[in-house]
């Protein structure tokens, strides 16, 4: 059974900080999506990563999957108030998408 | 172009009476997926349909819960009887590829059940 697992689940930071969110996972997938929630609003689409190595980068935040190791982090660069929201990695496998608890991230000035 | 459309937004019932959620997906998407999200939890995925016909209902409690997709465009989720564990946000998702090959999903904002 695919299980996909985040940390930290609480993170806080002060803004111009930088800091990396883990997402592991326990099967071979076909791609894993990062998605910001912010309180009461829907999931939106951050970043995809199809293959090993692949790293994408929007603003201030970067994304990279090692396939090997079965990880994914998102590293936030200079952090800023606006960051602040839930942040969920989900990994696909043979058409099952599974979501990570999530890490609800709180940037202080 | 229009997002993923979902109603009620909000919805306050009591244990053992019954609710229906609607969603229409974004136009031209074949796939459409209902996930559970628990507070403080990653959404969970309860079923997923191609046009009409379900792919995956694995996780769908199908003794109380219920979807449907007649036209293979909009679609309804209803839980009868509720159970309090039922309260939840109930999220619409779409996307336009078979089998995520090639697309992503896009969710709409949810409708928020409270069971009292």
């Known amino acids: 059974e695919l299980k996909v697992e985040q940390n930290p689940l609480f993170l806080s930071m002060q803004e111009g900080k930088n800091y990396t969110i883990y997402c592991n996972y326990s099967?071979?997938?076909?791609?894993l999506y990062w998605y910001r929630q912010d309180p009461g609003k829907s999931l939106e689409s951050l970043f995809v990563?199809?293959?090993?190595?692949a790293v994408k980068q929007e603003g201030r935040l970067m994304a990279s999957l090692d396939t090997k190791a079965r990880l994914s982090t998102l590293h936030i660069t200079a952090a800023v108030h606006d960051l602040s929201a839930t942040y969920f990695c989900?990994?696909?496998?043979?058409?099952?998408?599974?979501f990570g608890a999530g890490t609800r991230l709180t940037v202080k000035p | 172009e229009a997002g993923v459309a979902q109603s009620p937004r909000y919805k306050i019932i009591e244990k053992r009476q019954s609710v229906a959620f609607w969603c229409n997906p974004i136009?031209?998407?074949?796939?459409l997926y209902w996930y559970q999200q628990i507070l403080g939890q990653g959404p969970k995925l309860l079923i997923q349909?191609?046009?009409?016909?379900?792919?995956?209902d694995s996780q769908l409690p199908k003794d109380r819960f219920s979807a449907e997709r007649l036209k293979g465009v909009d679609s309804t989720l209803k839980i009868q009887p509720a159970k309090l564990e039922d309260s939840a946000v109930y999220l619409c998702?779409?996307?336009?590829?078979?089998?995520?090959?090639?697309?992503?999903?896009?969710f709409g904002e949810g409708s928020r059940l409270t069971v009292l």
């Open positions: 998702a779409s996307s336009l590829d078979w089998g995520l090959t090639v697309g992503e999903l896009f």
């Open positions: 099967t071979t997938s076909d791609r």
């Open positions: 990563l199809l293959s090993n190595g």
């Open positions: 989900a990994v696909v496998n043979n058409n099952d998408m599974r």
């Open positions: 136009s031209g998407h074949a796939t």
């Open positions: 349909f191609q046009n009409n016909g379900v792919v995956d």
